[in-house]
């Protein structure tokens, strides 16, 4: 008689992983603290302990954040959600100019979850900070039965320092301002999308997930007086034009042609009647900068890896305030509205 | 990108409107308005829109009147009630389109029943709908089968194929409708003004051009079925003046790179062994019109969700501020609704023509509001 041989298991969450005895300790020292190894994180107390003086030498104000990220599928072409919490994070920060310092890191897992998967995710977004210059000093992990989460949800909060005189917002676009975008638009949307597998479609699409304070520096080198910045995320391009075209009480206009696509994002949305200023980006950002300096904002951004195909995409102008107006390639105007709706869910 | 880029070339379009612009300005100078050209498709109003066709044209002598061909915008408030009435039945799994999870009855939506959990799930072909049923022998499939020709003949094949293989838990809750009645009832209507029509290009695929023919022979108005693309429908509205100027009033074929004359024999097969039409139906905003649905053979009693079970079958009337009718006959414009942009917005829809992008309301809210001139600059949340 032979023996039976099963497989052996996979180690995957259990509830006691977020109990707070053995196993999570375990977790921790296994898998946490090895990716995200950094001195204020190593002492293991509740608290990460920050030094106003070394704060303070940065700049004269704080910038503090926090996003949830809930992406399905948690890998995707591109990228995974542990890189995702980190550059979804450390670009709300950048956006407003301020340099990302430090993240919190939340994790609610759901039991049963692999422990190789976690690792994957885990070291996902410890590289991701490694590229961004941030590090991860505090964090939580809670576990909670199968089915109550889907897989693994994390939150990440963010502390960067804003130099003085930084003052980028959403009010501040001014009739003759150009709209200049970092790069081709839509690709994390589509590319989640594609991911998903519930469309029989496939095509080659990764997701633009990256850190921008990089590209945002360059910009900044190039003119001091960027007047709106943000980070187009849910809600596309198409949301955040439509935020600073009511913030500032302006219009603008967009030129379909010079609205950077690639192919196979136009495709899909082609087939699948989605717009793709309104798909999600996770390192795409929209700049408004006055006219006399876009060239150079532009120049600069191409020299930068996240801003290749930096383009000027539109105009501010006085008329039609607090619309985005459209000039489509076909020779006519439309208006792009806020999304009604939700597009997708759970795209980030 | 090839196939699509073609149709699309602003050159074309600058020359189309041209000669457009030179033969309606007569035509508009006569009738002192502008002609008022019917695409009677929700495809072809957003087309319209999504490309902003309306601002090449001269307004003074085109305006487009948005007709009823969208199927998610005419369904109506009662047929949704009974959908979310099966849906909350716990053996059910209620499938659908995309669209019409948004659509509001006046116990809100099948999104809203999902959230409540009710279990609905889109899907993008009732044959995945089949598939749901095959794979959950346990539970009732049922698809919320909706949409004029252009999808009753999937809908016919997969109950066909349901019945090849003796699926006994699929059956269908039926809304699908037909234009041609619709368009009938519009053009007897006494305060219809409207000039030609440009046809439906994907419901013509099935069932050909020949059931317009009534259109130019008893009313006296020319009709061009048209394709999707900008400058099918440019070529398409410059087909309409062109006769008008002529003084011809025919069916014409636009688009006969995908529409034969006489339609699809094997979906019309198909339909005509599945549906049969029924009395009457209701269409939101225009009232009941005789033979307008279709609904199922009592031979696939066992596929038709009416008959299987208990649903109530619920009449609610339009809300009364609702002003859908008259923009439907072109007696209106969107934004001279009553209730435009104030109760009824594309987030909270009052009317059917609010409900789906295709609806003239809804496009004339997310993308025309440019042409509003004294509309106030919107203040969201910033003082």
Redesign the interface.
Known sequence: MSAVRMPTPAPTVTLAHGGGGRAMRGLIEKIILPAFHNPLLATLEDQARLSLAELAALGDRLAFTTDTYVVTPIEFPGGDIGKLAVCGTVNDLAVCGARPLFLSCGLVLEEGLSLEVLTTIVNSMGRAAREAGVAVVTGDTKVVERGAADRVFINTAGIGVLPPRVNMAATRAEPGDAVIVNGPVGDHGIAILLARNELALAGEVWSDCQPLHGLIDAMRAACPDIHCLRDATRGGIATVLNEFAVASRVGIRLREAAVPLNDIVRGACELLGLDPLYLANEGKLIAVVPMAHADAVVAAMRAHPAGREAAIIGEVCAQHAGNVILGTKFGGDRVVDMLVGEQLPRIC | ?RF?DEF?D?DK??TL?GEIARLAAPLAAMRERPLQIMEVCGGHTHTI????????LPQDSIEFVHGPGCPVCVLPMGRVDDCVALARDPHIILTTFGDAM?VPGSQGSLLQAKADGADVRMV?SPLDALQLARAHPEREVVFFALGFETTMPSTALTVLQARREGIRNFSLFCNHITIVPTLKALLDSADLRLDGFIGPGHVSMVIGNRPYDFIAKAYGKPLVVAGFE?LDLLQSLWMVIKQLAEGRCEIENQYTRIVPEDGNQQALAALTEVFELREFFEWRGLGSIDHSGVRMRREFAAFDAERKFAVPNLAVADPKSCQCGEVLKGLIKPQQCKVFGTACT??KPLGALMVSSEGACAAY??????DVKDRQ????G?S
């Open positions: 990108m699509t699309r602003p379009a600058r409107v829109f999504r490309y902003g066709l309306k601002s090449m948004r993008y900008p594309p987030d809210y997310q993308y025309g509001r440019i600059p919107r203040a969201q910033v």
